[in-house]
């Protein structure tokens, strides 16, 4: 058996500097951000990329952000990058910075927008799906910020952003209606049309 190789990893999480922390190569991000931040939010779902449970945003230069699935990403792709997980989305204290590395447990202040219309909705049923489904559709508003869209488009949009992801429960409707909510009962998301 080979000796076990790592390598240091340095990263933003959720506005907070992590690291530089040996990491093991090959170490998948959602183990690191189980194992070694504590951020267990983000599922481990199909272990192949298919489900999305495991998602997290990743922030580039120009103010935008993707979705990464952390079930198949290798911790080292995310060296030197911004990364957003489900416990980064609400509106949450200031956080004092750890001296080890690990990301500290952060108050929450307020819901995102999204996260309140996910409960209003009653959206999830057992949950499991829920922090892919919150970060898929944090990361279409964001976009719908900068690149508004007829509101005619509004459905067709939603599907195409949050279809990739899978609810074991089936319950699709209830976060598709949430999103519109927000969508439609938010300045700047949509133009005339």
Request: charged share 20%; net charge positive.
């Amino acid at each position: 058996m080979s000796p076990l190789t790592t390598k240091p990893l340095q990263l933003t999480i959720n506005g907070q500097a992590v690291g530089p922390v040996d990491v093991p190569e090959g170490l998948p991000m959602i183990a690191f951000l189980h194992e070694y931040q504590n951020l267990t939010g983000s599922r481990l779902g199909c272990g192949i990329g298919e489900c999305r449970a495991c998602v997290v945003l990743v922030d580039d230069e120009a103010g935008g952000s993707k979705e990464m699935r952390t079930c198949i990403t290798g911790a080292h792709y995310f060296a030197g990058k911004r990364v957003r997980t489900i416990e980064g989305i609400a509106d949450a204290a200031q956080a004092a910075a750890d001296t080890s590395g690990a990301a500290q447990q952060r108050k929450v202040i307020a819901l995102a927008p999204v996260q309140q219309k996910y409960l209003e909705h009653f959206s999830f049923q057992c949950g499991y799906c829920t922090p892919g489904f919150v970060i898929g559709a944090t990361a279409l508003l964001e976009r719908l910020a900068k690149a508004p869209i007829a509101k005619s488009d509004v459905e067709k949009t939603i599907s195409e952003s949050l279809g990739t992801h899978l609810c074991r429960c089936t319950g699709y409707v209830r976060y598709f209606s949430a999103v519109k909510d927000v969508i439609l009962n938010t300045p700047g998301y949509t133009t005339k049309g």
